[in-house]
């Protein structure tokens, strides 16, 4: 097997779910007492949450490169940023390291691919649905269209993951207002919903909706699982 590096911590509630994920896929692919190999670079996410509101992206991206030099010099032959938002800095972070990125937007194609979606709805923070770093290369290597939901819509999924999934906090209310926007974008043409910020499938499940819905975090872990094993 090979050594995954992972980039976590933004937040820590998703990373988590990454660490469970990414053991248990392996141990079922391999059996007995098999874990994934994995050096990790978890982060203090309230700084990166600042630096975000200032729009200070040479920060976040320092960090981040920090981060990927840390888990290379570590010994992973593979990284991961386990973050959608994050990725706004993928190619400099790439850029910085002699090891693979696994992209997210890679892993979304995948789970379309799984789902036969061509069209895609797109939640996360407002800086995923509102500028390009997923839904360019969504749309350029894979032919994926990308819708978002309206302004109140964006609005209210960025506030809720900053001031309560990424907190922890799992409120009923909330899901409801999940579900009524998934359901509007599903109406209008969306094939399939990205929860495109890794803590939404925290909150929202299959179950709830009645359009397919491709966890970010599940399908980013099949995409490391892969090279992982290969």
Not at 70 to 97: C, P, R, W, Y
């Amino acid at each position: 097997m090979k050594t995954l590096g992972v980039l976590g911590g933004m937040s820590w509630e998703s990373t988590v779910s990454y660490y469970k994920l990414l053991n248990d896929g392996v141990r079922e692919r391999r059996g007995g007492l098999h874990s994934c190999p994995m050096v990790m670079h978890s982060v203090d996410f309230a700084p990166f949450a600042e630096q975000m509101g200032q729009n200070d992206w040479e920060s976040i991206t320092a960090g981040l490169v920090r981060g990927a030099m840390s888990v290379e010099a570590g010994g992973a032959e593979a990284l991961i940023i386990a973050t959608n938002t994050m990725h706004k800095a993928a190619d400099k972070v790439q850029a910085a390291v002699n090891i693979p990125l696994l992209h997210m937007a890679d892993a979304i194609a995948a789970g379309a691919k799984a789902v036969g979606a061509s069209s895609l709805g797109l939640l996360g923070t407002a800086f995923t649905m509102e500028q390009d770093f997923l839904s360019r290369p969504l749309k350029e290597n894979y032919g994926l269209d990308v819708m978002v939901p309206d302004s109140d819509g964006r609005a209210m999924v960025h506030r809720t993951i900053f001031a309560e999934l990424c907190c922890g906090k799992l409120i009923d209310k909330t899901r409801e207002e999940y579900i009524e926007i998934i359901e509007k974008i599903a109406a209008n043409g969306a094939e399939a919903i990205v929860l495109g910020c890794t803590e939404i499938g925290l909150l929202v499940k299959p179950e709830d909706v009645s359009v397919p819905l491709i966890d970010t975090v599940e399908a980013h872990v099949e995409l490391a699982l892969n090279y992982v094993l290969k």
